[in-house]
Every structure is written in C-alpha cells, then in structure tokens.
C-alpha cells in the first residue's frame, strides 16, 4: 500500500462545475497536509495547507480532512479551464524523518 | 519576498560527465528539499539540508550529493551522469524543517544525451 494514494485520473469536469479530488493515506499518525497545483512544465505550487479535522476554505478552494477514515480531499467550486492542472497530494512527516510524503497527483481537465 | 530561485533552469549534458545545480531558499528559510521528477514517477525525494547539515536522505545511488551554505543556499551535484538522470530538478525550502509547508523554485531541467 502506498502511502499517500491519488487516482490518477483524469478527471474531467465542465466549467463551472465543482472538481472532487481525493486521496487516503495510511500513517494514522499523519497531522499536516497540503495540496499543490502542478501545470505542466512548471512546479508545484502550494494552493492549501490543513492540520485539523473539518473542513478549511480559502476562496473557490477547500480542503476537507477526515482523519478517522484517513482522508483529505480538494474541492474547487465553479471550475475554471485555468484549473487544469495536475494537484499533488502531500503530507508532512514528524520526527527525524521529517519530510514530505507525495502522492503521485491526480490530473484534472476542465472543459470549456 | 522573493521566491526560491534555482540557476541554471535548462542543462544538456552527455553520459558520464557531472553537473551542478543551485538553489536559493525564500530569505529567512533555513531548510532545502531537492527533488527529482520524470513523467510517471512522481517526486521523487532526494534528500533535505537544513542549518548546512543533511538531515534526510532518499533512495538514490551516491552520485547525487549536495550541501549547504550559512547562507541556506543549496547545491546539488550529480557525477557520472546516466541517461535515466534526465528530469526535472526541484529545490523546495520551509521555514522549518522539511515535513511543513514547502514553496517550489521553477526548477532545472536536465538533459544527458
């Protein structure tokens, strides 16, 4: 089992519409995570950081984290072509071996 | 605040020569993650520097190595350049150590012919 999980996709959403993106992890003892937004050719970008349960907004952006059922998913409201792009699914690590565990990201289309 | 900057952005190199690359951290970052990314793979983690001292290190052979400065500046070294080296390389710096909120430079590409 993988430690950050990502459908790969793609996922295709008309305009306007809302995009759903998912991913599980399997450290229950996980307590940060992120989500970046990779366009292709570029780097990632952070667009969401979220540490507790419940959910986080940050304008057409929200994070909801879930870690009972070890889940943090991505919602964007009123999807934009502009949001076409790959989002990366991280989380943070503790201790000594404090880094970043990715997911290999989910690719999302919207279409106009 | 300037962002994390990393020179040179574009590198072709042949088989088994070295290449460096460098990385600048946002001012008052005082760690640097490197990455390496190809199509299908992900980002693959190669190791995180922090207060010049390594402090996590991923699955990768011996040939890439980095450091860093007092001024939190990062470089990576990769010797005996492979075909399979060709990537994207990106630099990351946190505040903190790496396991936080980390802000991607535009990377390097590099090619091994």
């Known amino acids: 089992q993988k430690e950050v999980e990502q459908n790969s996709g793609p996922l295709s959403v008309p305009e306007g519409a809302i995009a759903s993106l998912n991913c599980t992890y399997s450290?229950?003892?996980?307590?940060?995570f992120f989500w970046y937004r990779q366009y292709s050719g570029k780097s990632p970008e952070l667009i969401m950081s979220?540490?507790s349960n419940g959910d986080k907004e940050d304008g057409r952006f929200t994070a909801q984290l879930n870690k009972a059922s070890q889940y943090v998913s991505l919602l964007i409201r009123d999807s934009q072509p502009s949001d076409s792009a790959t989002y990366l699914c991280?989380?943070?690590?503790?201790?000594?071996?404090?880094?970043?565990?990715w997911g290999l990201g989910t690719s999302l289309a919207v279409n106009p | 605040k300037a962002g994390v900057t990393q020179t040179p952005r574009y590198l072709i190199k042949t088989r088994g020569q070295q290449v460096t690359l460098s990385c600048s951290p946002i001012s008052g970052h005082r760690s640097v993650s490197w990455y390496q990314q190809t199509p299908g793979q992900g980002l693959q983690f190669l190791f995180e520097?922090?207060?010049?001292?390594?402090?996590n290190k991923g699955n990768f052979p011996g040939r890439f190595s980095g450091r860093q400065f007092s001024n939190s500046r990062s470089e990576m070294n990769v010797s005996t350049l492979e075909l399979g080296d060709s990537a994207l390389y990106l630099c990351?710096?946190?505040?903190?150590?790496?396991?936080?909120?980390?802000?991607f430079g535009p990377g390097t590409r590099l090619t091994v012919l």
């Open positions: 520097y922090f207060s010049e001292t390594q402090r």
């Open positions: 991280a989380r943070g690590g503790a201790g000594n071996n404090r880094k970043l565990i």
């Open positions: 990351a710096s946190s505040l903190g150590r790496g396991g936080n909120e980390q802000f």
């Open positions: 450290d229950r003892g996980s307590q940060s």
């Open positions: 979220i540490y």
